[in-house]
């Protein structure tokens, strides 16, 4: 699925990895996020067999005009979880509504685990 919506310009088509990509730049971007982790097993595999995996830790489904995101992170050693979970949400969707011009409804995170 991608992204579809229109304006006085025209139509407008984002790919749900062009989302992706963008959220996995974001959340690299938080302070206390240490890296992107794969969501599972077979997407690691997956991940390690194909080009380009920046959107790895990141599920992007779309539903007309909203958005439903799911980011998989391991966290910092030290640092208040809940703090950079708040910090990751507010900042991702702020800057995907600005992006994309669409409703961001939902942001899931999964701590995996927490890195030095």
């Known amino acids: ?7 006085i310009y025209g139509k407008i088509i984002i790919t749900n990895k062009t989302i992706g990509r963008f959220v996995n730049h ?11 982790v794969p969501f599972s097993l077979f997407e690691s595999v997956k991940g390690f067999f ?3 995996s920046e959107g790895k830790g990141v599920k992007v489904r779309s539903v007309g ?6 980011v998989s992170v391991i966290v910092k050693y030290g640092v208040s979880i809940k703090a950079v979970v708040e910090a ?5 969707k702020y800057k995907v509504e600005r992006f994309t011009g669409m409703i961001v409804d939902t942001i899931n995170v999964n701590v995996v685990g927490v890195k030095k």
């Open 1 to 7: 699925m991608s992204a579809k919506t229109n304006n």
């Open 88 to 92: 990751l949400k507010e900042s991702v």
């Open 50 to 52: 194909t080009f380009g």
């Open 65 to 70: 005009d909203r958005i439903f995101i799911d």
């Open 26 to 36: 974001i959340a690299m971007d938080c302070y206390g996020i240490v890296e992107l």
